[in-house]
């Protein structure tokens, strides 16, 4: 069991990445054809003991779409021509993921506008309601 840390209070298991590796596409020429060099890293979020509730729920949140419906995490490296930096920019991806959902974030204190910026608003949307109006056709009296 080895044990990747991410932050001085998180650690995951190796044994909960599942790495698959398939062919790419993109630049290789031949060799694209015959050498599975891209890395399809799944983590399962929703099960990882390893992560703290808090964190678990940050990280489901902004997986957005590469999260299944069973709470995996699905990562696809593609970019470089070998297997070993695929892999390795796949993991990093993750554990980048991983420290950004630890941040917790800060709760927005509720503000009102000065009087001031309320004037400046109206008189603003005034000066714009004139000009539209000084566009329109010619009364006729």
């Given at each position: 069991?080895?044990?990747i840390?991410?932050?001085?209070h998180?650690a995951?298991?190796d044994?909960?990445l599942?790495e698959?590796f398939?062919?790419?596409?993109?630049?290789?020429?031949?060799n694209?054809?015959k050498v599975?060099s891209a890395?399809?890293?799944?983590?399962?979020?929703?099960?990882?003991p390893?992560?703290?509730?808090?964190?678990?729920?940050?990280?489901m949140?902004?997986?957005?779409?590469?999260?299944?419906k069973d709470?995996?995490l699905?990562?696809?490296?593609?970019?470089?021509?070998?297997?070993t930096?695929?892999r390795?920019?796949?993991?990093?991806?993750?554990?980048?993921?991983?420290?950004?959902?630890?941040v917790a974030?800060?709760?927005r204190?509720?503000?009102?506008?000065?009087?001031?910026?309320?004037e400046?608003?109206?008189q603003?949307k005034k000066?714009?309601?004139?000009?539209?109006?000084?566009?329109g056709?010619p009364?006729?009296?």
């Amino acid at each position: 069991m080895v044990q990747i840390r991410i932050t001085p209070h998180i650690a995951i298991d190796d044994s909960e990445l599942d790495e698959t590796f398939v062919l790419a596409s993109g630049p290789g020429g031949q060799n694209v054809n015959k050498v599975s060099s891209a890395v399809q890293l799944r983590f399962n979020v929703a099960a990882s003991p390893s992560l703290p509730e808090p964190v678990r729920f940050r990280l489901m949140k902004s997986a957005g779409s590469r999260l299944t419906k069973d709470g995996v995490l699905v990562l696809t490296g593609r970019q470089y021509r070998d297997q070993t930096r695929n892999r390795d920019d796949v993991r990093s991806r993750l554990f980048e993921m991983i420290r950004a959902a630890t941040v917790a974030p800060r709760k927005r204190i509720a503000t009102k506008p000065s009087r001031s910026a309320k004037e400046k608003r109206l008189q603003r949307k005034k000066k714009h309601a004139e000009l539209k109006r000084s566009r329109g056709k010619p009364v006729e009296h």
